[in-house]
């Protein structure tokens, strides 16, 4: 009689959360390329595994949490508050790390994984501490370039089945992480986690049509995060003051009520516009547009930056301080510029797309980097751990 040994499918628990939207993006990636050959499963561990732990969940019962103020934030522009609140939360996660490590390591011992991803920040030395106690491999994969925040109190980074990934080989980059003496075999180029759509060919007059963009007109894509916020409307306001033909492309979104406010706008003739709410198709509006104007978070900077489309990044708030690197970087690199004011991004847009060659060299600096695909890197990675 003849059997076949059913062969379990190992299994990956990918820690993430939704906070920004960059997190999310980066591991619902991975989970697009991994699933069919792994069990994939994401947890949102500040909610969903240590939520007591939250101040504010706790106080609320629940209705409330980190996560939603880290939005709410966003949405505001209050940068200053984050850089704190990031400070808050790294702190808080350290003090409670012995509660932190437990949680973990019942909810590990419930999901029973072969193999564990985080892209979140603060608690990783308590997630490397659980799996080193279960002797389970572990993949860091930081979704901003300054993996400061990463690297919360680390311990036991000479564990043999840590692997921490960096998005680009570049030394500014591995400043930021020397602090935690993370030993050099433990660290592996992968290339940023972005999805498929952004390495596949565009029909870039078929895009134009179907977002009414009209041919042979300068092209300015403005986008300020998943949330949507409130920055959208004050550069566009400034945007169609400019006095050469452009056709402005303007994310909004989640936040749709910012549509009318833009809509009443007025518009000269040689200026028109396109409003995108929450899209997934991010890669192929880039693919035709001449110019990203875009708050600084990783994932947005990232995406730009695998398009080869130069780039104005939002300064005019604070930074949020482990955002200062991407703005080093553009500049460094010379495909990009941080902007100070609202007015001043209307000057700089003029300028550029008045200079095509201007333009043109910025893009031949990013089409110049070595920037490798993320997931697929990540998928050989994971083969060579759990095969």
Known sequence: MNTKEH?????????????????????????????????????????????????????????????MIYNWFIRRRM???????????????????????????EFLKKEKPDLVISVIPFVNSSILAVTKKLDLPFIVIPTDLDATLFLTGPKNSNYEKLYFTLPFENQLIKQS??????????????????????????????????????????????????????????????LVKCEQPVHLVICIGKNESLRK?????????????????????????MSVSDLF????????????????????LDATATVMDWEKLNHEIAEKY??????????????VVESLI??????AIMRQNLENMNKKRGCLEIKKLIKAIIS
């Open 7 to 67: 062969i379990r499918m190992k299994k990956i628990v990918i820690f993430t959360c939704p906070a920004g939207g960059g997190h999310s993006s980066v591991s619902n990636a991975l989970e697009e390329q991994l699933k069919g050959h792994y069990v994939v499963s994401q947890a949102f561990i500040f909610t969903d595994v240590l939520g007591s732990i939250d101040p504010l969940n706790y106080i609320s019962r629940g209705r409330y949490n980190g996560e």
């Open 334 to 347: 010379e495909f990009g510029k941080s902007v100070k004011s609202n007015e001043e991004i209307r000057h």
């Open 79 to 105: 940068y200053w508050a984050l850089n704190n609140l990031a400070q808050f939360g790294s702190g808080l996660y350290s003090f409670f790390a012995p509660r932190v490590e437990r949680r973990i390591e």
């Open 261 to 285: 406010k833009i809509e009443e706008l007025e518009l000269p003739k040689h200026v028109s516009m396109t409003i995108v709410g929450f899209t997934d198709r991010v890669a192929e509006l």
């Open 177 to 238: 992480i020397e602090k935690a003496h993370i030993p050099a075999d433990k660290l592996y180029v992968t290339g940023f986690v972005l999805r498929p759509a952004f390495f596949t060919p565009k029909d870039e007059n078929k895009i134009k049509e179907e977002f009414n963009i009209p041919l042979g007109k300068p092209v300015v894509m403005v986008m300020t995060g998943a949330v949507g916020s409130v920055t959208s409307y004050y550069f566009t306001q400034e």
């Open 293 to 312: 104007v875009t708050k600084s978070g990783s994932v947005s900077f990232c995406e730009g930056m695998y398009m080869n489309i130069p780039m104005l």
């Open 354 to 359: 008045a200079n095509p060659e201007a333009l």
